[in-house]
T-cell receptor, first 111, second 112 residues
Framework: ETGVTQTPRHLVMGMTNKKSLKCEQH?????MYWYKQSAKKPLELMFV???????ENNSVPSRFSPECPNSSHLFLHLHTLQPEDSALYLC??????????FGPGTRLTVT | QKEVEQNSGPLSVPEGAIASLNCTYS??????FFWYRQYSGKSPELIMF????GDKEDGRFTAQLNKASQYVSLLIRDSQPSDSATYLC????????????FGTGTRLTIIP
């Protein structure tokens, strides 16, 4: 498999559920990102990891918890989400100097 | 003022014509500029990046950068129906910066 993969592609969860999103990059990049894309809004950067270390947390609520066990894998753990958290969640990777390469995204619906 | 501003469109262009997509940015210290294409229901896909003032060509795509005017554009020559998508402009303060700021995108429709 090549590029950036994400699972699941679609997720429906209740406000009291706990779920995790998974991302894997096969590009040999050293930085990984979580973005949120909502309708009519610009892509919002949530978290950045460089060489497995978190370098940015863009004021994201604690109900979103990232985990980066190595430079190829990234998780986003979700708990007690709100309906306004429904969005497309995109994982991306890059070299330290370079453009973002995005995965296909997880369409999340919180009921 | 938005950090990265794009006309949301929709922009309709006849097949075979040149589509011109524009983007302005507020941070005068910005150094790297990216264009992404996003089909409906899909994730953004990198088309081009540009760092220096002037034009950069790649196939049917040309990116144009004018840092003095804080303006970057994307031209698509010989537009095809498959070019119909939303085009996102993204800007970063330096070449390796994590903070890549995106615009809301311009929806482009190529009319057969």
């Amino acid at each position: 498999e090549t590029g950036v993969t994400q699972t699941p592609r679609h997720l429906v969860m209740g406000m009291t559920n706990k779920k995790s999103l998974k991302c894997e990059q096969h590009l040999g990049h050293n930085a990984m990102y979580w973005y949120k894309q909502s309708a009519k809004k610009p892509l919002e950067l949530m978290f950045v990891y460089n060489f497995k270390e978190q370098t940015e947390n863009n004021s994201v609520p604690s109900r979103f918890s990232p985990e980066c066990p190595n430079s190829s894998h990234l998780f986003l753990h979700l708990h007690t989400l709100q309906p306004e958290d429904s969005a497309l969640y995109l994982c991306a990777s890059s070299q330290t100097q370079g453009a973002r390469y995005f995965g296909p995204g997880t369409r999340l619906t919180v009921t | 003022q938005k950090e990265v501003e794009q006309n949301s469109g929709p922009l309709s262009v006849p097949e075979g014509a040149i589509a011109s997509l524009n983007c302005t940015y507020s941070d005068r210290g910005s150094q790297s500029f990216f264009w992404y294409r996003q089909y409906s229901g899909k994730s953004p896909e990198l088309i081009m990046f540009i760092y220096s003032n002037g034009d950069k060509e790649d196939g049917r795509f040309t990116a144009q950068l004018n840092k003095a005017s804080q303006y970057v554009s994307l031209l698509i020559r010989d537009s095809q129906p498959s070019d119909s998508a939303t085009y996102l402009c993204a800007v970063a303060r330096n070449f390796g910066n994590e903070k890549l700021t995106f615009g809301t995108g311009t929806r482009l429709t190529i009319i057969p």
